[in-house]
């Protein structure tokens, strides 16, 4: 059994749903009306392209192009997460550590599930890997973004309570507990929500494609359940990490704040 297959009316009938968001904002006067339309037109034109490209990909069987894609996402991951902040860390710094970790640990928990627990050969195969990487990072990005987003914030809004606590001699670290023990629950919680739900109030998309292509429903909820326990810990060591990265970026090596590293608020995250 394959999967139906979609056709354009099909597509064109989902996409006219969004006049459903298009209304909310014009009735309640949210102005979001262009950020719709911006957002939709190039969710299509992404989804469309990654289309033709994955299927060059899965065709070829050198691990150059899995490593060549997978730099990509990594890149494009680090920059969301970076154009998401409201007060964002000045400088290339930010970008260039959160595509380096995010691919450093979206690598290691994609081998760690392709490699040691799927097992297919040849593990490192682009049509293998890839879709794994995508749910990782996807995840990973949505709880740095939060993290640093609260780190930031909190920063701005407890400096004194911060200075104070420096002034009277803790460390970066001591005096960022508080914000940071806060900043580190405020990004794993959208990783906790979703494992809390899954099955009773969504069918995730791991499980819920393998269905729609004729898998047998519990196997597809054995590879659910595997995907949701990877995407916990990558989230966990991403989150953890991003997090003491945001107070050594707001302090010195002489435990002060450094607030003026940070760009002026925006709107934008």
């Given at each position: 059994?394959?999967?139906?297959?979609?056709?354009?009316?099909?597509?064109?009938?989902?996409?006219?749903?969004?006049?459903?968001?298009?209304?909310v904002?014009?009735?309640?006067?949210?102005?979001?009306?262009?950020?719709?339309?911006?957002?939709?037109?190039?969710?299509?034109?992404?989804?469309?392209?990654?289309?033709?490209?994955?299927?060059?990909?899965?065709?070829?069987?050198?691990?150059?192009?899995?490593?060549?894609?997978?730099?990509?996402?990594?890149?494009?991951?680090?920059?969301?997460?970076?154009?998401?902040?409201?007060?964002?860390?000045?400088?290339?710094?930010?970008?260039?550590?959160?595509?380096?970790?995010?691919?450093?640990?979206?690598?290691?928990?994609?081998?760690?599930?392709?490699?040691?627990?799927?097992?297919?050969?040849?593990?490192?195969?682009?049509?293998?890997?890839?879709?794994?990487?995508?749910?990782?990072?996807?995840?990973?990005?949505?709880g740095?973004?939060?993290?640093?987003?609260?780190?930031?914030?909190?920063?701005v809004?407890?400096?004194?309570?911060?200075?104070?606590?420096?002034?009277?001699?803790?460390?970066?670290?001591?005096?960022?507990?508080?914000?940071?023990?806060?900043?580190?629950?405020?990004?794993?919680?959208?990783?906790?929500?979703?494992?809390?739900?899954?099955?009773?109030?969504?069918?995730?998309?791991?499980?819920?494609?393998?269905?729609?292509?004729?898998?047998?429903?519990?196997?597809?909820?054995?590879?659910?359940?595997?995907?949701?326990?990877?995407?916990?810990?990558?989230?966990?060591?991403?989150?953890?990490?991003?997090?003491?990265?945001?107070?050594?970026?707001?302090?010195?090596?002489?435990?002060?704040?450094?607030?003026?590293?940070?760009?002026?608020?925006?709107?934008?995250?």
């Open positions: 059994m394959s999967a139906p297959v979609l056709t354009q009316f099909d597509l064109a009938i989902a996409a006219s749903l969004i006049l459903l968001n298009a209304a904002s014009w009735g309640f006067r949210l102005g979001l009306e262009r950020t719709l339309a911006t957002t939709a037109l190039r969710m299509v034109v992404q989804l469309s392209l990654v289309g033709f490209v994955l299927t060059f990909v899965f065709a070829q069987t050198s691990p150059a192009w899995t490593i060549a894609v997978a730099l990509v996402m990594a890149a494009a991951a680090g920059y969301e997460v970076v154009s998401r902040q409201q007060r964002r860390l000045a400088g290339p710094v930010p970008f260039v550590l959160g595509t380096g970790m995010l691919l450093f640990v979206g690598t290691l928990f994609s081998v760690i599930a392709v490699a040691g627990l799927i097992g297919p050969e040849p593990w490192y195969a682009p049509r293998y890997l890839l879709p794994v990487l995508g749910m990782v990072l996807g995840n990973a990005m949505t740095v973004s939060l993290v640093l987003d609260a780190i930031t914030s909190a920063a809004r407890e400096q004194r309570q911060i200075e104070a606590h420096l002034a009277l001699g803790a460390s970066r670290f001591e005096a960022f507990s508080d914000v940071l023990r806060r900043g580190l629950r405020t990004g794993l919680m959208p990783i906790l929500n979703a494992m809390a739900v899954a099955g009773v109030v969504s069918l995730p998309g791991m499980m819920t494609g393998q269905i729609l292509a004729g898998a047998d429903p519990v196997e597809a909820a054995k590879y659910q359940m595997m995907i949701l326990f990877v995407i916990a810990g990558a989230t966990a060591l991403s989150v953890l990490l991003a997090g003491f990265a945001a107070v050594r970026l707001l302090t010195d090596d002489r435990h002060r704040l450094r607030l003026e590293r940070l760009l002026p608020a925006t709107s934008s995250a």
